[in-house]
Nanobody, 126 residues
């Protein structure tokens, strides 16, 4: 069982930055593919970013590409989502997700992930 705890959300003005963190329990973190998803009020949960085991391969939604950076520190069992140039449309609850995989890959589908955090609110004011 893996527990994921997100932190770093908050209120920021448009154009500002936030860094989300997600700390994971467990001894085999380095074999987990990690992802970030978000859900805005009245909308479905959507993919934001994913990262492979070592952090050498990442994938991003088109809406955040060039503004968000996903990284991981396997020694700390933690992943980070650096969010720059934030826009009001980035407002959502952000969820960290994890799945242990046989192959080192990135996954952009929510159904592929087994473990989820409780979410952290990000609000971007205009």
């Amino acid at each position: 069982q893996v527990q994921l705890i997100e932190s770093g959300g908050g209120l920021v003005q448009a154009g500002g930055s936030l860094r989300l963190s997600c700390a994971a329990s467990g001894r085999t973190f380095s074999s987990y593919v990690m992802g970030w998803f978000r859900q805005a009020p009245g909308k479905e949960r959507e993919f934001v970013a994913a990262i492979n085991w070592s952090g050498t391969n990442t994938a991003y939604a088109d809406s955040v590409k060039g503004r968000f950076t996903f990284s991981r520190d396997n020694a700390k069992n933690t992943v980070y989502l650096q969010m720059n140039s934030l826009k009001p449309e980035d407002t959502a609850v952000y969820y960290c997700a994890a799945v242990q995989t046989v192959y080192d890959t990135v996954l952009s589908t929510a159904l592929a992930y087994r473990y989820w955090g409780q979410g952290t609110q990000v609000t971007v004011s205009s």
